[in-house]
């Protein structure tokens, strides 16, 4: 079956100037014309798309998808060095991924910090007293830590309700 430029972006749901973007960067170079010079693609070029979709969704530069594509069309000579291209990238992805969570983490440790603070109605829970005056509890990461271990949902433990306090009241 064959497509317009049109048909192809409603069905990735892409916008027409990011097909036309990828042309004219190279990375289309398996998209045949019709007699009017309109791109007309394959349904094997929408494979290709995905592809070079989840690339950018991955951070690879337009040069490097541009390269992929390249050996590609090279055909099978270019399998190992394919392969290999893909799974340094899963890496990549993998490491992205690890320190998305991190910080999510963080956000979650966060949340709950103010959580408790709102629910109180005071940042004063988290405070302790020393020689240089009022500053957060050290063991303030061990308290969330065993909070954390009761739970299970972390919506519960960040999730902050504004009429908690008045539920709590009545």
């Known amino acids: 079956m064959r497509y317009s430029i049109g048909d192809v972006a409603k069905k990735m749901d892409v916008p027409i100037s990011t097909l036309r973007f990828y ?5 289309l170079p398996f998209v045949d014309r ?3 010079g309109r791109r007309s693609f394959k349904d094997n070029d929408l494979n ?3 592809v070079i979709e989840c690339m950018k969704k ?3 530069t337009i040069s490097e998808i541009r390269h992929f594509i390249d ?7 270019t399998l190992e060095e394919r392969y290999e291209l893909l799974a340094r990238e899963e890496q990549a992805v993998a490491k992205q991924i690890a320190e998305l969570k991190a910080q999510q983490d963080f956000l979650h440790y966060k949340m709950w910090y103010f959580k408790t603070a709102l629910e109180a109605g005071t940042e004063e829970i988290h405070m ?12 303030i990461h061990e308290q969330y ?16 309700q504004k009429n908690y306090a008045a539920k709590q009241q009545a």
Do not use: S, V
């Not at 050996?71 to 000579?77: A, N, P, S, T």
């Not at 302790?128 to 063991?139: H, K, M, S, V």
């Open 128 to 139: 302790t007293q020393t020689a240089e005056g009022e500053r957060i509890d050290p063991d």
């Open 145 to 160: 830590q065993a909070a954390l271990a009761k739970c299970h949902d972390i919506k519960e433990l960040t999730d902050y």
């Open 58 to 60: 991955c951070g690879m």
């Open 48 to 50: 290709f798309l995905e």
């Open 71 to 77: 050996l590609c069309m090279e055909g099978d000579i």
């Open 23 to 27: 042309d004219k960067k190279g990375l």
């Open 34 to 36: 019709d007699e009017a």
